[in-house]
């Protein structure tokens, strides 16, 4: 009788702690039972990851005195070998002398990554021991104080460091960031304590920064390629960071959240002083109906020769009316961005200022192939009178527009009429994908097979239709694209919940398609789907009794 080759326990052992590492602590540890050979292999993972959520304590744990206090000093008193990185993740309360005790433990472990995260309660202080981890590579702290030890050099290797809602003096920040000469990456979210910000970095790549603060000081960082930053409420600081970034010679990625004004930029010039050649991704929060803020994001692409990605984040301010933006920007349609290639805009509803400025875009940008839309979460959406795309612009066309993405359709007018003319208006298609919210707007919206009988969608090849109501507006658009579509390839629906997935069904066989080797799946309801939560709150007393019987 042949035994079957254990391949799992053959495999070398740098292979496994690498599959053990993807697993949660819990699992992780109770793979001692598989075999003598297995008994001490989750004692040498490299990874170590605490979450009170994750790792709970049942009824018989709590019967034996177990606790997640008690679960981390087992794990640690058992580890072999170094501890590469540690993550902990707390919401109940842990005495601070508790976190301390396996910081301590954790210094004699060549600690490269730490990651700490107090969800609630007061700020944890940092303990000294941690400054004395030179080995890190990256640090990660949330709710926490901190304030180093005299003697703290920085840490000579650390290249990623996130501070969230931390609490710490201009002094020791700006030491701290001096200190470490291959720093990277910096997040810097909510920090308390610090007015006027200051960052020396010489080898950052990445900077993020949200925040409001009476000045910032940004130096040294030429190396810059990707800058995020959230000016909250309007602060003195914009206008000269603003200047600072656009000037960064390597910078590719550029976000900024919030309110984009002309002063920010600080011009009243249709481009920047100095071109961002290298950016090729640009994300902005603007107010459509507010000219200041078109004018300087267009100033923004003017001045962007290389950009190929755009998101344009829509805030509405009051009574969103087109007024003079509107004006401006049918009178202004001879710029070109020859190298945009994606565009993405959320929280689209439809009113006039928004359709005006997503026409000069698209009017703007011949090489785009690729165009999201997302319209509000809420029911936000505009049912009101818009002037119709198609009445207009009858000769318009996006030659290159192969992927058309709508997400939380509500099939209001307004969005109907939009994706109508995106159809029309784009010769090249090969791809739409709709996804409808979860409750729909109905609406009195025209047939779509009346009003377009004689349209052909010549390379339209998928269509993606998902969160599908049965209502009228939507049965007429699928019957709309399976009439006017001869290469269709496939055509995949999926209804939002059971009630109407049969009588949608026996529509959908009675259509006809022009496309002869069109293919119609469809997919079980969404409201069908169910994902079981998984249950972290099993004992986790194996641990204990495997460890006892030593």
């Known amino acids: ?7 799992i326990s053959n495999l070398p052992g740098g292979v496994i702690q690498k599959i053990l590492s993807y697993l949660p602590i819990r ?26 959520h994750q790792i709970g304590t049942t009824s018989k744990a709590r019967r034996r005195k177990t606790t997640f206090v008690s679960i981390v000093d087992r794990v640690l008193l058992l580890q072999i070998g170094p501890v590469d990185a540690f993550e902990l993740v707390y919401r109940k309360f842990i005495a601070a002398s508790d976190v301390d005790r396996w910081i301590l433990h954790l210094t004699r472990k060549s600690l490269k990554e730490f990651t700490l995260t107090k969800s609630r309660g007061s700020q944890y202080n940092i303990s000294s021991c941690l400054f004395s981890c030179q080995e890190l590579i990256h640090l990660d ?20 460091l996130r501070l969230q809602n931390i609490t710490v003096v201009p002094d020791v920040f700006e030491k701290l960031i001096g200190s470490c000469p291959l720093l990277e990456r910096l997040t810097l979210i909510d920090l308390h304590g610090i007015t006027h910000l200051k960052i020396d970095a010489p080898n950052l790549q990445f900077l993020e920064v949200q925040d409001t603060f009476e000045d910032v000081k940004v130096e040294n960082t030429l190396n810059l390629v990707d800058v995020s930053i959230d000016f909250g409420e309007a602060s003195s600081y914009c206008s ?13 990625r550029l976000t900024i959240k919030g309110f984009l004004s002309k002063c920010a930029i600080g011009s009243s010039a249709e481009e920047l002083p100095k071109p961002c050649r290298c950016l090729k991704f640009l994300s902005l929060g603007i107010r459509l109906n507010n000219l200041e803020e078109i004018l300087a994001a267009i100033c923004f692409l003017r001045s962007s020769p290389a950009l190929q990605e755009l998101k344009i984040s829509v805030h509405q301010e009051g009574e969103a009316t087109a007024g003079e933006a509107t004006y401006w920007l049918n009178e202004n349609h001879n710029w070109a961005f020859t190298q945009l290639r994606l565009m993405k805009v959320t929280a689209f509803s439809g009113v006039k200022a928004e359709v005006d400025f997503i026409k000069f875009l698209l009017l703007s940008s011949p090489a785009l192939e690729e165009l999201e839309i997302v319209a509000p979460f809420e029911d936000q959406a505009v049912s009101g009178e818009v002037n119709s795309w198609l009445d207009d612009n009858l000769n318009w066309a996006f030659t290159q527009l192969r992927l058309v993405k709508v997400t939380c359709f509500s099939g209001v007018k307004a969005e109907v009429d939009f994706i109508k003319f995106l159809l029309l ?16 707007v109905l609406g009195e919206v025209n047939s779509w097979s009346d009003d377009n009988q004689n349209c052909v969608f010549t390379h339209l090849r998928v269509v993606q239709l998902t969160g599908i109501h049965g209502v009228k507006p939507e049965v007429d658009f ?5 009439s006017s579509s001869p290469v269709l390839e496939r055509m995949t629906i999926q209804p939002t919940s059971v009630d109407c997935s049969l009588e949608l069904l026996k529509k959908l066989v009675q259509f006809r398609r022009v496309s002869v080797d069109a293919e119609i799946s469809y997919l079980d309801p969404l409201s069908s789907e169910s994902d079981e939560d998984s249950d972290f709150d099993d004992d986790y007393t194996d641990l204990e009794s495997d460890s006892d019987s030593d």
């Not at 699992?27 to 009170?52: G, H, I, Q, Y």
């Not at 208006?425 to 729909?440: D, K, N």
């Open 425 to 440: 208006s784009s010769p090249a298609l090969q791809e739409l994908q709709i996804s409808a919210r979860h409750h729909v």
């Open 240 to 252: 000269n960071l603003l200047k600072y970034f656009v000037q960064l010679p390597l910078m590719e």
């Open 27 to 52: 699992e992780a540890v109770r793979t001692c039972v598989l075999s003598s050979n297995w008994r001490c292999k989750w004692a040498m993972l490299p990874r170590l990851v605490f979450d009170d």
């Open 1 to 7: 009788m042949t035994t079957e080759l254990d391949r």
């Open 141 to 160: 702290l949330n709710n926490c104080s901190l304030c180093p030890p005299s003697r703290f050099k920085g840490f000579r290797r650390l290249k990623s």
């Open 478 to 482: 699928i019957r709309f694209l399976l």
